[in-house]
């Protein structure tokens, strides 16, 4: 398996802007997550899913931001309109079950200008 | 907030010495968990350590669980100029509910060769 893979890896757009990451799970995996990492807050979990479903969506910051699932195999976040202040990492990761150990993709630097 | 905090926030060791990391958390947990982030990459499982158990090894890392003093300690012998990273340990809440697992802001480690 190619492990969890993020598109892209990175991103610049100007403010105001729609932002579209976009998350491929390893298969089989039934929990996702999107993670922010930033030098001030440090890693920060937004929302996670289980089997699809949106589960907890308390660290989604503002209404601007949006995530989806429509399958197994693919999952997205979405910022409209970005504001200079989303510029950080956005991580995905998938795990077998909420416990065990999760998968890290490679990340998406997004830079809002 | 962060439920696993790690100290120090950086630490700088010589190539052959050992590193200590130290977690410390607030609520009951199912399992703890400790990663490794490469400048640029992806988190990367490291090693579990589930509530029942006191300590566990994998290669040069060795971890330890004190439940009663809610903290845990990740420690790599030997250290290489390889280890240099990030470390994160990773808090799993007792099962029951749809809560977080939370990571903390990280250990900075670099090892001078």
């Known amino acids: 398996d190619a492990g969890v893979i993020q598109s892209p890896r990175h991103e610049v757009t100007e403010m105001g802007q729609e932002v579209t990451l976009r998350c491929k799970p390893i298969?089989?995996?039934?929990?996702l997550f999107w993670y922010r990492q930033t030098m001030m807050r440090g890693l920060e979990l937004l929302i996670y899913?289980?089997?699809?479903?949106?589960?907890?969506d308390s660290g989604m910051p503002e209404d601007r931001f949006s995530a989806k699932m429509p399958n197994a195999s693919f999952s997205t976040l979405k910022i409209q309109p970005s504001e200079p202040r989303d510029s950080a990492v956005y991580f995905c990761?998938?795990?077998?079950?909420?416990?065990?150990?999760?998968?890290f993709g490679q990340g998406t630097r997004l830079t809002v200008v | 907030s962060q439920q696993g905090e790690e100290d120090p926030q950086a630490l700088s060791i010589q190539e052959g010495e050992n590193a200590t990391m130290n977690c410390s958390y607030k609520?009951?947990?199912?399992?703890l968990q400790w990663y490794r982030q490469n400048s640029g990459r992806g988190l990367v499982h490291l090693i579990l350590?589930?509530?029942?158990?006191r300590e566990k090894h994998s290669g040069r890392l060795r971890v330890t669980l004190d439940t009663s003093k809610k903290s845990s300690s990740l420690l790599i012998t030997a250290s290489r100029a390889a280890d240099t990273a990030s470390y994160f340990c990773?808090?799993?809440?007792?099962?029951?509910?749809?809560?977080?697992?939370?990571f903390g802001i990280g250990t900075k480690l670099q090892v001078i060769p």
């Open positions: 298969s089989g995996h039934d929990y």
């Open positions: 350590i589930r509530s029942n158990e």
């Open positions: 990761a998938s795990s077998l079950d909420r416990g065990h150990r999760a998968f």
């Open positions: 899913f289980n089997n699809n479903v949106p589960i907890d």
């Open positions: 990773a808090t799993v809440p007792h099962s029951g509910g749809y809560q977080k697992v939370t």
């Open positions: 609520t009951s947990i199912n399992n």
